[in-house]
């Protein structure tokens, strides 16, 4: 399922960002390129990345503002600033059915793709598949490399570019106002639409 924040302004997202910072040949590809995907476009590679991850469930994902993912950010790990994708996998009654939800800030997903040389469509693509494999219980703070191993073979599978762990790995000197967001156990945000504060959370780290 795809949500859109109400407060989320596509065309106020493209006005920030001017077409000659993307690398496309016309201005009229650049433009199209800073387009936010359809819900059928992302629901349909939503379906495709849950089924290459194999993680079973219904996820969420809602499409919001800088202003509340930080809010986010901040209230469930203590970062008071924006972030590109937060996971919230689901816990307790109906956990079996519901795999969690995820959190992309668009307006930061966009002045990523600008940096990736990429679509904003990719860029959500690329922050989608890293969330749902938080979702499925990898985490790249704690392990000894599977998940980026993991997020590199699937990403060769869904013809995506670099993600988001390799970015960090490459580019460690590379100025960012995000971080990645990393899994907050808590209830799905569309239940109540308020992740619990009394469950278990992880810091991230960039």
């Known amino acids: 399922m795809i949500l859109l924040d109400p407060d989320l302004d596509p065309d106020l997202a493209l006005a920030s960002t001017s077409a000659k910072q993307m690398s496309a040949p016309d201005p009229l590809t650049a433009k199209k390129n800073l387009r936010l995907p ?45 972030t590109d994708v937060l996971s919230f996998p689901a816990e307790g009654i ?41 979702l499925a219980g990898h985490d790249h703070e704690t392990d000894a490399g599977q998940m980026a191993r993991r997020e590199r073979l699937l990403r060769a599978k ?15 000197a590379l100025k960012s106002s995000t971080n990645v967001g990393c899994p907050i156990h808590s209830r ?19």
């Open 38 to 82: 359809s819900a059928r476009t992302l629901v349909h590679f939503l379906a495709q990345a849950q089924s290459a991850v194999r993680l079973k469930g219904e996820v969420t994902v809602l499409l919001t503002t800088d202003a509340a993912i930080r809010k986010l950010n901040r209230q469930f790990r203590h970062k008071d600033k924006a």
């Open 94 to 134: 109906g956990a079996e059915e519901i795999a969690g939800d995820l959190a992309i800030s668009v307006p930061t997903a966009l002045r990523q793709a600008v940096e990736q040389g990429h679509s904003l469509s990719t860029e959500i693509k690329v922050l989608i598949l890293h969330g749902l494999l938080h």
């Open 188 to 206: 799905s945000l569309r239940m109540g639409g308020k992740p619990q504060n009394s469950v278990r959370k992880r810091s991230a780290k960039r």
């Open 158 to 172: 869904l013809n995506l570019p670099q993600g988001l762990i390799e970015r960090t790995n490459v580019e460690p």
